[in-house]
């Protein structure tokens, strides 16, 4: 399972990826195989803010919606618009498909998140 | 615990397959290639199926075709032998409590093949709760074979080609729903009808139980050069989707009268008496309430079943089935609406997709149709 060194995960198999004060956030490859063939990624909009756990959109597969949390509290200030027509890019490269990006309103939320060994330990026992 | 095929064993050989529970069976959802992939294969070459949880039911002895059409809407009667028929089998309200297909050997001898969720409540209904067997004090002979049963579906526009290259060159004969019981893959017996369940032309074949897992693997073996995959549910529900072929629990229920999911087709009104038959008589004077139609979104969504459905604000009914066909890339439902709305194809409805309203119209169907 590929599990980069450089993110930040949550339990709810998102990924982050830290960009000054802003946070990409994406799902892992562990997570885009669980769900298949990803069929349509709702975007976030933009400007909303958002509280860390709460839903910020949805990814379908072909048998069913799969919600996305925001890992981290803040304003959406991206999305990824390339999903809007190709949603399958999630599953051909979990880590380069990012779906929406926060501008954190508090960074020290990033320390309750889990760095890629403790990913790991977190799939295993799963 | 759920309930499992003979195949259970061989699916861990296929890297990747997931498997979920499917009215109490552990069942494949996709194997290695992933849903569209085996989707696509059924529509361009040829898939093979696992479907040994599907329910078989014998009726048999000289009142089994009298009593097999008082149980069915559709005309029992008016088969040949070594015919298949397809028919929805109704309460006497008219609600459907399973669809089915019937097999007839002869006057005196059926097989009954019912959905695996609804197998034994069929069995009870078929043996012990309708009307005629509560009061002809002769009756056929019934067995429930789906223990002994089993069945795998191959599909595609070339699986008669192969199918013929290991089953014999009889299969080409076979017409679109018939049967034979007296050909033989890699010297197994097998029943072999030419129906399905994708829309494509295609083969069910049926085995003892302990034969399956060889039938299985000798078709795949077979025919691996030519690119023949193994199918899940997943691409199953899909394929029967694209063809607006119903699934029980969707656009058949126990609410939802088979004049309602469109199926007038297979209810022979004019028909002997039957069981549901004055309630659909009625209905059908009355003016039938809903009607099953095919949507396409306009905005973007995949409309999943029980999502509601407004006309101008107003619920006019509910999603049954929904996904993004993989054949036309688009996101497509059924639904179940009023049937009074005066709606014509390419009129707007709207579906409230998790508290969006978003648009859609409706469409032609089957969405796709090959045959």
């Known amino acids: 399972m590929n599990i980069p060194g450089d993110l930040k995960y949550t339990e709810g198999h998102e990924w982050v990826r830290v960009e000054g004060n802003v946070a990409y956030v994406g799902i892992s490859d562990h997570a885009q195989h669980e769900l298949g063939d990803i069929v349509y990624v709702e975007l976030p909009e933009i400007d909303t803010e958002i509280d860390a756990k709460e839903e910020a959109t949805n990814i379908e597969s072909v048998k069913a919606a799969a919600p996305v949390y925001s890992p981290v509290s803040g304003k959406i200030v991206e999305v990824n618009e390339d999903l809007e027509d190709s949603s399958e890019l999630i599953n051909s490269d979990a880590y380069g498909s990012y779906i929406f990006a926060v501008e954190m309103s508090d960074k020290s939320e990033l320390d309750s998140l889990m760095d890629a060994d403790a990913y790991k330990e977190f799939l295993e026992k799963e | ?371």
């Open chain 2, 1 to 371: 615990m759920l309930k499992r095929t003979p195949l259970f064993d061989v699916y861990k050989d296929y890297e990747g397959a997931k498997l979920i529970d499917f009215g109490g069976w552990e069942l494949p959802v996709n194997f290695s290639s992933g849903i569209i992939a085996e989707h696509m294969v059924v529509r361009e070459n040829a898939g093979l199926f696992d479907v040994s949880h599907m329910g078989e039911i014998t009726v048999e002895g000289d009142t089994s075709e009298a009593f097999l059409n008082w149980l069915l809407p559709n005309n029992v009667l008016g088969m040949k032998e070594n015919q298949c028929l397809y028919s929805p089998m109704c309460y006497s309200d008219g609600g459907v409590v399973d669809d089915l297909l019937v097999y007839k050997y002869n006057r005196n001898k059926y097989l009954l093949v019912v959905n695996a969720s609804n197998a034994s409540k069929d069995y009870k209904w078929i043996t012990q709760e309708n009307e005629w067997v509560k009061k002809e004090p002769n009756l056929p002979e019934f067995e429930n074979l789906s223990e002994t049963m089993s069945s795998v579906a191959f599909q595609g526009p070339k699986s008669t080609e192969y199918l013929a290259e290991m089953a014999g060159a009889e299969v080409k004969d076979i017409d679109f729903f018939y049967f034979r019981d007296d050909l033989k893959i890699n010297g197994i017996d097998c029943i072999i009808s030419r129906t399905g369940y994708t829309g494509e032309v295609g083969y069910e074949i049926y085995v003892d139980r302990k034969d399956v897992p060889s039938v299985w693997s000798f078709i795949l073996d077979t025919t691996k050069d030519k690119g023949v995959l193994p199918v899940g549910l997943g691409a199953r529900d899909t394929l029967r989707f694209e063809s607006k072929l119903p699934l029980y629990g969707h656009e058949l229920t126990k609410d939802i009268s088979p004049l309602e999911a469109n199926l007038g087709y297979f209810i022979d009104l004019e028909n002997d008496d039957f069981c549901g038959k004055d309630a659909l008589v009625k209905q059908k004077q009355n003016g039938i309430p809903r009607s099953l139609r095919g949507c396409e979104m306009i905005d973007k969504g995949i409309p999943r079943e029980g999502y509601k459905v407004f006309l101008d604000g107003k619920e006019v009914g509910h999603v049954t089935s929904g996904t993004k066909s993989p054949m036309l890339n688009k996101f497509c439902g059924l639904v179940l609406i009023k049937r009074d709305l005066g709606l014509k194809l390419g009129d707007e409805i709207q579906i409230d997709i998790k508290g969006k309203i978003k648009k859609a119209k409706l469409v032609k169907t089957p969405f796709y149709k090959n045959i």
